[in-house]
């Protein structure tokens, strides 16, 4: 028989002492460590609906659902639970993840189990949308618009889209596109359009 090694000698001497390493979950209440990856939960006030963690997510665990009628066009996403990997993609690669808070984060919550799937969702709140002004698709979220616009910073003005969505968010250009047509600036330019329409108004003559 050998003799057991220093170091094997050293831990159950310490495990003697000072009790397991394992905690006694569930009779005591667990808490993970700081950097722990539990349930992911959306920030309203952080989440600019860009929908960059659903496309990141490699279990498509996240729902993104863009209802556009008549009266309103607004997104939503919701986070699966019970589909997570809990790999950290959507926290991780979050537009807004270096802002406070942040649109997606990990929380130490990890006693997820439950019967009914259906509250088995992080949601966030619905996000209204901002539609081009000719085709009328789905551009993006007005958060993610306004976002862009204050990172970018006087660099936001070389861009129709985001200069007349910001200052319409202000109240400022309600009648921009029509008022450009007393200037010589083209007003089938001077909207808030999709890539597609913008590309097509940049190779057409006026």
Known sequence: ????????LKEAITALIKGPYTSDYPRKAHQPPERFRGKPEYSNDGCVACAACALVCPARAIEVSDVVTKDKAVRKKMLHLDECHYCGQCSALCTTREDIPPGIKHTTEFDLAGFDRASMVSATDEKELVLCE?????????AHLAWIAKKLGSLAFSNPTLFISSLKNMGFADDVPQAAKDY???PDRIKILCSKCRRKTTIERY
């Not at 028989?1 to 094997?8: A, D, H, I, V």
């Not at 000719?134 to 007005?142: E, S």
């Open 184 to 186: 010589v600036l083209r």
């Open 134 to 142: 000719i085709c009328r698709d789905v551009i993006t979220a007005k």
């Open 1 to 8: 028989m050998k003799y057991p090694k220093l170091r094997e």
